[in-house]
């Protein structure tokens, strides 16, 4: 059983930058791929990032590629989403998830554990 915890979200501009947390419960944090998720205002939960349990693999999603960067932190059971150039489209409420020895999947129904989510709101 793994608990998450999401957070650093918040109101912005386009261009600045946020920095997402996840903080998970559970001794086995290593053994889980991570992945980030958003929803947008009458829009599908959407792929963003995922990082291999390894930490050796990280997919993006094409709309945050080079802008958006995932990492992990083992020791501190902490999955990161640094958030570079915002746009308005980038609008949503954003959450982690874990994947027991996950692939890194893009598909939201191959994750296990779910956290309640942050807002981010970007600005024009």
């Known amino acids: 059983q793994v608990q998450l915890v999401e957070s650093g979200g918040g109101l912005v501009q386009a261009g600045d930058s946020l920095r997402l947390s996840c903080a998970a419960s559970?001794?086995?944090?290593?053994?889980?791929?991570m992945g980030w998720f958003r929803q947008g205002p009458g829009k599908e939960r959407e792929f963003v990032a995922a990082?291999?349990?390894?930490?050796?693999?990280?997919p993006y999603a094409d709309s945050v590629k080079g802008r958006f960067t995932i990492s992990r932190d083992n020791a501190k059971n902490t999955v990161y989403l640094q958030m570079n150039s915002l746009k308005p489209e980038d609008t949503a409420v954003y959450y982690c998830?874990?994947?027991?020895?996950?692939?890194?999947?893009?598909?939201?129904?191959?994750?296990?554990?779910w956290g309640q989510g942050t807002q981010v709101t970007v600005s024009s």
């Open positions: 990082i291999h349990w390894s930490g050796g693999i990280t």
């Open positions: 998830a874990a994947d027991l020895y996950g692939v890194g999947n893009q598909n939201r129904y191959d994750y296990d554990y």
């Open positions: 559970g001794r086995t944090f290593s053994s889980y791929t």
